[in-house]
């Protein structure tokens, strides 16, 4: 059987937007993933749909899907798994279908996978005896005292594959674990077997590679100057049945596919690399041989996966109060000492009002705030930036640090600049609590329609 090929062109939401049109190039790139979801980001997307019930997917996603829907109409062997569903896959979908039909695609068939989203189940889950145990200590969440604002399991591949047995070209999921995108469509065109653990281990590890989009391809890497990454190119793996990979990239593009790359993304965010945990296997990377096969390409080979564990985790968020900060350039004479006094008549401001927020955090970047003990002051450095940040459970307590910094344009040192612009955002503050459920608590869903049938 032919190889499968598949493309990561996001790895969170905010990623290159061209990437995916340079992606879809390649002509030969058969299943296009777009990985937008990190628990920040669920918890900006759970805000948005509290302001309105429509929102809460990942806004980028309808329209790429609409300019990509040519691409997707040349070939039938070409598919695009991404996570834009957010909070709201279904409103996803649907705006993606109306995009679709006015741009004369109606038949395509879209997929949409939800299930994940816990939050208007959490009265029946506690009752059944979910505590939301924390992932590291086991203590049970403190419903009682926080307003949860967003709890979502990560579900598996099994959907993807359902909604891609279904005919599906597009398949829009919530949360879902990031190299699952990967593991669905593997499944579904070598038809393995949900048990098949080595092979679907390759599969993950596949996924994971290419999860961060260009971080396989030089991106975030410590060897920068040695690359051209103005026109990084995104990853692509070619997945084979035996369970061979190699990761690669579009001929002619940016940034290098090597040893060193694909190692420095095989470790990023693994805990115990000899067994780590997906909803669809556990994958030992201890066992993975690397071997470069040409010009950027590298062949990964041996993995070795077991069953996975009997829960899913969760990304719960909670609202823990309200935060701000501003900036301020010092410049002049004595910068750094007048950046230190700027912070210190603020906060001898707000305790004079009665108002000093529970957390309270100033820097003076350009002196190495940002990495103490790394950088010393230069000698009469003239020029450096300010950072306030207050946050506290009051509301009007935030806002009041935010109104009080412009006020030093007049009342504070001669040498500011930026304070037309000063006044910070006052902005809910959203803490992340990790845990697990168990898998029987969860019910995965999916449904096929042409784009045309999700409009009537």
């Known amino acids: 059987m032919d190889p499968l090929v598949v493309g990561n062109a996001a790895g969170f939401w905010g990623d290159w937007s061209l990437a995916p049109r ?10 296009l993933t777009l990985e937008y979801l990190a628990e920040l980001t669920m918890s900006i997307l759970a805000r948005q749909r509290q302001k309105a019930p429509r929102r809460g997917y990942v806004g980028d996603f309808p329209p790429l899907v609409q300019e990509l829907a040519p691409w997707l109409a040349g070939s039938e062997r070409r598919r695009i798994v991404t996570n834009a569903g957010g909070v709201n896959p279904q409103a996803c979908v649907q705006e993606a279908a109306r995009r679709l039909v006015a741009a004369g695609h109606g ?38 005292e926080h307003t949860v604002v967003c709890a979502n ?20 999921t919530g949360r879902v674990a990031d190299a699952s995108l990967t593991v669905g469509p593997a499944r579904w065109h070598f038809g393995w077997k949900a048990d098949s653990w080595d092979l679907l281990a390759a599969a993950a590890v596949a996924g994971h590679v290419i999860e961060c989009g260009a971080q396989a391809t030089g991106g975030y890497s410590e060897f920068w100057q040695q690359l051209d990454l103005a026109e990084v190119g995104y990853p692509l793996a070619e997945l084979s049945a035996d369970g061979t ?3 690669t990239k579009p001929t002619g593009t940016g940034g290098a596919v090597n040893r060193h790359t694909v190692s420095e993304q095989l470790l990023y965010e693994v805990g115990d690399p000899s067994a780590y945990h997906t909803p669809d296997v556990t994958v030992d990377f201890t066992a993975v041989e690397l071997e470069e096969a040409g010009r950027d390409r590298v062949r ?12 899913y985790k969760v990304s719960l968020a909670y609202q823990a109060g309200w935060f701000t900060s501003s900036y301020l350039v010092v410049y002049g004479p004595q910068a750094v000492e007048k950046a230190h006094y700027c912070a210190s008549l603020l906060r001898r401001r ?29 000698p009469d450095q003239r ?46 503050v959203f803490a992340y609590w990790p845990t697990r459920i168990a898998c029987s608590l969860v019910q995965p869903q999916w449904e096929v329609r042409s784009a045309a049938q999700w409009l009537s």
């Open 22 to 31: 340079r992606l879809v190039a390649d002509p030969r790139l058969e299943v």
């Open 383 to 428: 020029e450096v930036v300010l950072r306030v940040a207050a946050s506290d459970p009051r509301r009007e307590v935030v806002e009041q640090a935010a109104r009080l910094v412009p006020s030093l344009a007049t009342s504070g040192p001669s040498g500011l600049a930026g304070y037309t612009e000063a006044r910070g955002q006052v902005r809910p």
């Open 245 to 247: 990979v190699v990761i």
């Open 153 to 172: 399991a990560y579900l598996g591949a099994e959907p993807i594959v359902q909604c891609l047995a279904r005919g599906a070209c597009v398949v829009v």
């Open 350 to 378: 707000l305790e004079l009002a009665g108002a000093l927020p529970r957390e309270f955090h100033y820097e003076v970047l350009g002196t190495g705030a940002a990495v103490p003990g790394r950088q010393q002051p230069l």
């Open 300 to 311: 990964l080979r041996g993995a070795r996966g077991s069953p996975p564990p009997q829960d």
């Open 107 to 144: 038949e395509l068939p879209l997929g949409v996978v939800w299930g994940d989203d816990l939050l208007p189940h959490l009265d029946t889950l506690r009752s059944r005896g979910w505590q939301a145990p924390h992932f590291d200590t086991g203590e049970p969440f403190p419903f009682q």
